[in-house]
């Protein structure tokens, strides 16, 4: 028997033009956790879909615990005792624990008949490997937590030895991360083989044994967890020393300290939600950096859609230098140089099948950039021009459909073409979501350039850590409702993540700071 879980022999991959995988080469030892990292495009993910059988290897073998193996589809995978959880969970809200878990592998032929048998297999996995939980509990009911939880307990209730995780801890709370590392460690104390596709290289740290480092659909490296750091490992990643940490102190603003942007008695009722935001007030002063930190579908995306005019808000006010603009259009707020980096860049901030010049004045068309009614297409190509050099749009070609940019260089078009209004107060939200680490140190470096300038700024961020590092305060918004404004300095991450999912305490409420 082989001590190799997973082995993976000179595998290749090609979409048309684009090589995502060349000559990858990886082994993945019995019971153990193994990292796989790497930007944006490295081709991890395609790596470990080729692996579950999602995509078929132009070359190359795959061999499970000594054995070559044939996976030509997620059937042969399964059955080869591979599971895989995937960072958007596929669950049925509105059936049980134990219904989704059964779903498409029914036990015997009557699914009545052997329902009951199905509840007490997965009451014996729960426990077996700490995976608490109520099968006959409703998935809607559930935490995201707890509903990664499902996701494993499916997988393991089909047989899995081996668990794929794309980025597990992407929409949890330091506490859910604690615990499911834990979970992990329990499953690897069991024999259980994990790989984790991540981005978070202290996560990686803390809880894998070895790392495979991607980059250019190639691996670059792989190492011993214990007899590596962060930094190494952003640099195998990004082929170059990259600023991990950053300095927001470094970056003060020197001028008069005025209130630019002041947000009163927000509330918003939308759809099925009657209190998508519950009278939410904050204010931010010239530079400044307020973050804003909560489980994402706690009322985040509503108050950006309000603030920058794309919902109109049920009661409450928005003052821009003592200015109401509650009612303003989106185009009468770009007017008063407010800036916004969308949350989902597709479908809020570019026009993917037109090109750099022309997504490079979107919402900017009726200003001086363009020559105002009649474009004048040399100065707007000019326009194009410096944004692409001043941040680093590759490949610099104003004429390039969007479609055609990585994650990363599309963001960095938003974002230059944002601050080229230079703005007295920008809208961030998510402004590193699917970027890659280079391209995150350079994204922090203009946010706090701005920051520097005198603009106000609104940090809206899943990242944690992200949140922490670069704001001045943050509030913590939890069903709607703003319930703690704290001091990144002195909050811990543990205190945040109980405020995130609505255990504010006494204690906590009088930390406090305005």
Known sequence: MSSYAVELKHISKSFGAVKANSDVSLSIADASIHAVIGENGAGKSTIMNILYGFYLPDEGEIWIRGKKAH???????????????????????????????????????????????????????????????????????????????????????????????????AVLTPQETEEFFKILRSLKAQGKTIVIITHKLAEVLSISDRVTVMRAGKVVGEVETAKTSAEELARMMVGRDVLLKVDRKAHRYSGPSQQVIRVSNLSLAKGFKPHALKNI??????????????????GQTELIEVIAGLTKPTKGQIFLNDIDITNYSPREIKALKIGHIPEDRHRRGLLLDSNLLENSILGL????????????????ERHT????????????????????????????????REFS???????AAQPTRGVDIGAIEFIYKKLLELK??????????AELDEV????????????????????????SQQELGLMMTGSTSSKEQKSVVT
């Open 71 to 169: 996976i030509r589809n997620t059937h042969d995978a399964i059955a080869l005792g591979l599971g895989m959880v995937h960072q958007h969970f596929c669950l049925a809200g509105t059936l049980t624990v134990t219904e989704n878990i059964i779903l498409g592998s029914e036990p015997g032929s009557s699914f009545l008949l052997n329902y009951t048998a199905a509840k007490n297999r997965i009451q014996e996995l729960s426990l077996q490997y700490g995976l608490q939980i109520d099968p006959d509990a409703t998935i809607d009911n559930l935490s995201v937590g707890q509903q990664q939880r499902v996701e494993i307990l499916k997988a393991l209730y089909r047989g899995a030895q081996i668990l794929i995780l794309d980025e597990p801890t």
């Open 281 to 298: 007030s904050f204010e931010i002063a010239a530079g400044e950096i307020f973050g804003i930190a909560g489980v994402e579908g706690n």
């Open 365 to 380: 068309q009726y200003t001086q950039v363009t020559g105002g009614t009649v474009f004048d297409y040399k100065k707007i």
């Open 385 to 416: 021009k410096t944004l692409i050099e001043g941040f680093d749009v590759r490949p610099p070609e104003p004429s390039l459909q969007v479609r055609g940019l990585s994650g990363g260089n599309q963001q960095k078009l938003i974002i230059a």
């Open 421 to 427: 209004i230079g703005p007295q107060f920008l809208i």
């Open 452 to 461: 520097e300038s005198g603009a106000a700024i609104l940090l809206v961020s």
């Open 468 to 491: 922490l590092s670069l704001s001045d305060r943050v509030g913590v918004i939890y069903d709607g409702q703003i319930v703690a404004i704290v001091d990144p300095d002195t909050v």
